[in-house]
C-alpha cells in the first residue's frame, strides 16, 4: 500500500485542514526559535559587554599571576609566543598590557589608582576609549596619561594638568613619574572611572622598571565559539614556557554562573511555551480525528486493517510536520539573521539603565545552528506525543460505530 | 606563723615585682643601647628573593624615638630619594618627580622599599618600652653568647598587630640578638638575627640583622651597618620637609 | 438566545474544549508561577538589601558620596535627625560616623569602610545584628575596650576569629596616622559579600575619640520608612526639605538593585504578553477547525433563518466563553498556587549554587501583586474577543446551500 501517495492525497483534498495543522506547527517552531534566540543573545550581551569591553576572550599571563597580581609576575612576549598567536587564524588581535597599582599625587591629596599600560591603536578600539572620551585627546605616541572622569574631578584635574604617580616596580623598585594628563574619558563603571589611569604602555613598563615585560595579554577572537579551540592551541604549543592561557569565564566564573542560572530559568519558560503549543497541536489532531471519523470508519469497513489506517495517519501527520518546520525555519531564519546583524535599540528608562552599566542599549539575537535542529526535534517530539491519544483511538475504532456517527 | 608567711609572700612577690621591672629594664636597656638618644648611620640593605637580589644604601639621622630622616645613595635609579617619619606620620620624597607624598594608610602593610621590613614596622619600632608588658621566661645561649629570652606581649590599648613578641637579649652587652613575632594562634609571622658584633662609634654591636618572614622560605632582607654615629648633635628642626630635598 | 445556544455548544465536545480550556489553565498557572518566583527572588534580595545593607533612604552632606572624607560631614545632624524621628511616614532613623583605613592582623591587611555606629538605635533601623554566624556572640553587649564587627569575607582574608585583635589604621581629623587595637565581638555574614569584606562596624563614641572628632558627628543618615511604599513619596518629600544634602533612596546607593528593578516590571508584561500570543494561537487554531466542522450545522442554522450577525456573534460567545472559563479557571489556580507556595516558600536548593553567588536565598517566596492578576485577565478577555473574530467571519462567510450539502 502505498502511503506516501494515499497521505498526500488525503492532506491536498482537505486544504483547509492540512493548512491550521502546519500553522500550528509552524508557529510553534517560529516561536521557540525567537524565543531562544533572544534569551542566548541576551548571554552574548552579557559575554560581549564583559569580553569585548576589556577582559578578551583569552588572556595569557604569567603562571601564577590570576591568583597572585602582582608586579613581579610578569612575562617577556618573545617570538615564539608572537609565531604562534600569528598563525592563529581564529585570532582576531590582541592587546598587549601592564596593569598594576600606583598613588595618585596633586597637590596635597593622593589617591590609589590602577594603571593600565595600553597600546593605544588597539585598545583605543578595543575598550571603547575612542566613544567614552569626554575631554581631550587620546593617548598617542607622547608620554602623557588618560584618566577617569571621576578621578579627574576628585584630583582636580583638567587637560594639560601633571598627573604624578608613585609606587612600587619590578623586584621593588620604586616606581615614580610625572605625567601630563592628555584626556579624560568616562568610563561606565563609576568603581573603573574613579579609579583607572591609561598610559603607553612603554611608559608603564619604564615606570614599574619592567624593560619589555608585560603582566598580561589579552586576545580577541573573531568569534565567540572559537575559545576552546584557541585556548587549546595555544595550551598545546605553549606549553614550554611559564604561562598560562585562561579564558573569561575562567578569570570571572561570577559571570558565567549569572548566565547558567539565568539559562534554567530561560529553559523552563521555553518548555513553558512548548506545553502550551503542544495544547495547540493537540487540538488540531483530534479536531482532524473527530472529523474524519466517518471516514475512517468507512476504510475500516472497506477493509483497511486499524494499524494501516493508524500508520497512514502517521505518515500524513510527518508531512504535516515537516511542511511546518520548514515553514518555520524558512520564516525565521531570516528574521533572526537580519536582528543578529542588527541588534534592536531600546529605548526610555530601561536604555538609560542598561548604558550606565556600560551595556549597548540593544536587544540581541543570536544565532546558533544548533539550536534550530534542537527545536525541531523537540517539536517532532512534541507532536509525537499529541498523536498518541488520537492513535489509540483509530486503532480502537469500531467501524460500524464510526460510520453511524 | 602567720606572720611568717605573710612576709614570705611579700618577698616573693616583691622579687616578682623584681622579675617583671627586670624584664623591661632589659628591653629598656637594650633599645637605648641600639638607639642611642639620637644617631646617623649608614647601612646597607639586601633584599633576597629566590628570583633576584637587590642592594640599597642609605644614610639615616634619627633622635628620640619620634624623628627619623633617611636618604637613599645607591644605586642610581633610587638616589636622592628620602623619607620622613615625624612621630606617626612617614613622607618621602622622590626627586624624580620633585614631590613630597605622605604614606596614606593604605601603604602602610607595604615592604619599605620593597623589603620586609614594613611601612608600619618602621613607624612603630620605636615603642618596644611603652607599648608592651614584658617577662622574663629564661634563657638560651645564642651563637656562642649567653641571652635572656624576654616575652612582651601588647598592651590592650596598643595598635600592635603580634599577639606576642619574644626577644633574646644578650646578658653581658644588652644586644637584641634575635626576635620572633607571633600571631594570635601562636604561630611565628616574622623573625629577626642578629650578627657579627663589632666596634661601631662607643659600643659594639651587632652590624648585620636578617630579617625573615615565616610563611617564604626564599625571602629575606639582610641589613648591614656600615657606619654608625651616637648622639650626634641634631635640632628637631633638621627634621623637616624642605630637609628631605636638601640632603646629600 | 446566543448566550445560552453558544454556552451549550462548547460543552457539546467536551474533549475539544476541555483541550482548549486546559491550555489557557497551563499557559496562566505556568506564566503566573514563574512570573511569581522571579519577582519573589527580586524581592526577596532587595528586601534584604534595604533590611540590612542600605535601608530605604540615606542622607549625606552633597560632597560625601564623591569623597568619603571626614570633613564633609552633614552640618546640624542632630537638629536633622530630630526632625526625622518626628516625621510621620519614617520608622527609624540612624547616624553613623564612616572613614576609610586599614583593618590588619599579624597575617596581613586590607583596605575597609570604617562605620561608627549606634549600636541601640543601629539596631532599629539594621537587621545587621541578627546576621551574626555566630550565636553566642554579644554584639555590642561587651566589656571590651573597643569591639568591632567585621564580615565573614574580611574575618576568612585576615585570618580572624571572634575575640581577634584587629589593627584599625585611619587617618584622623588633622590629618594625622592613628589607629587602635580592636577586639571582634561579631562576625556577619549577609548576601553581599563585597558587604562583608568591605565594612567593619565600631562604636560611633570609640571612632569619634580616636579620630577626634565630637561623637555627634554624622557623615551618613539613614532611615527606614513604615512601609515600601512610602518610599517614591518620601523620597520627594525629603528631596525638597534637605535640599542642601543628598538624599538617596537605594535604588541609587545600590545601582546594580535598582535597575533590577526596572527592567523586571518590563520583563514580566513582555513574558505574559508571549505566553497569551502563544495561547491565542491555539485557540485560533481550534476554533477555526471547529468552524470548518461544524460547517453543515451552521449552513443549516443560517438556513432557518439565523441572521449572520447572529451566527458570527455565536461564534465570538463560544470562543469568549472557552477563553474566559480557561482564564477563570487559571487565574483560580495561580492565586491559590501562589498563595500557598508562598506561605513556606519554595525551595530551590537544586539549582541553588548559581544562585548564592549572587547573594540569593535558596527559599524563595512567590510574588504577585494583584495588579498583575487584575490585568493578565482583562488581557486574556481581550484576546479571547480578538482571537474569536477570526474564525467567526470565516464562519458568516459560508454558503448556507452549500454548507448544508457539504458531506464532510
Redesign the interface.
Known sequence: MNYIQLSKRNLFRNKRRTLITMASIFFAVFLALTMRSMQLGSYDSIIDSVVNNYVGHIQIHKKGYWDDKTIDNVFDINDKITTVIDSIENIDFISPRVESFALASVGNKTKGVAVVGIDPKIENSFSKLKTRLAKGELLQHKKGALIGSRLASYLNLKVNDTLILLGQGYQGYTASGMFPVRGIVKLPSPDLDNKFVYLNIEDAQQLYSLDNKLTSIAIKLKDNDDIELVQKTLINTLKDENIEIMKWNEMMPEIEQQIQADNVSSLVLLWLLYLIVGFGIFGTLLMMLTERRREFGVMIALGMKNTRVATLVIVETIQITIYGLLAGIIVSLPLIIYYHLNPIPLTGEMAETMERYGWEPVLRIALYPDYFINQSLTVLIIVAIALIYPLTTILKMNAVKAIKG | MNRKISILIVIVLYSCNLFAQDAKEIIKKADEKWQGMSNYMEMKMT?V?P??K?EITFKSWSKDRDYSITLITSPA??KG?SFLKR????W?W?P??S?Y???????????W???DFTN?DV?KESSVVTDYTHKLIGSEILDGIDCYIIEMT?T????????KVKKWISKDAYDQLKSE?????DEL?KSDRGYDIKIMDDRTIPTRIEILPADKPGNKTIVNILKIKYNIKVKDSFFSQQNMKRLK | MILKMAWKNIWRKKLRSSVVITSIVVGLVGGILYMGIMNGMMYQRIGSAIATEVSHIQIHNEKFLENEELKFSITNSTNIINKLEKNKAIRSVCSRIITTGMASTARTGSGVEIIGINPNKEKAVSNLYTKLIDSTSSYFNTKARLPILIGERLAKKLNAKRKSKIILTFQSASGELTGGAFKVVGIFRTQNSSFDEMKVFVRKADIAKLVDIPTETSHEIAIMLKNDELLKQEKENLKKEFKELTVSPWQETMPELGMMEESMNYMLYILMIIILLAIAFGIVNTMLMVVFERTKELGMLMCIGLSRKKVFSMILLETMFLSITGGIIGLTISVLLVNWLSVDGIDLSIVSEGLQVWGYDTIIYPDVEVSYYINTGLLVVALAILAAIYPARKAIKLKPVEAVRIDN
Not at chain 2, 156 to 163: H, L, S, Y
Not at chain 2, 181 to 185: F, L, R, S
Open positions: 633584599i628573593r628570583e633576584y637587590r635609579r633610587e630619594q612621630k606617626n606620620d612617614m618621602t622622590n624624580n618627580i614631590r607624598i605622605k604614606l596614606p594608610t593604605a601603604m602602610m602593610s607595604q615592604g622599599m620593597g623589603s608600619d613607624l601588647p590592650e590599648e596598643a595598635a600592635i598587630v603580634w599577639e613575632y607571633y600571631d594570635e594562634d609571622v
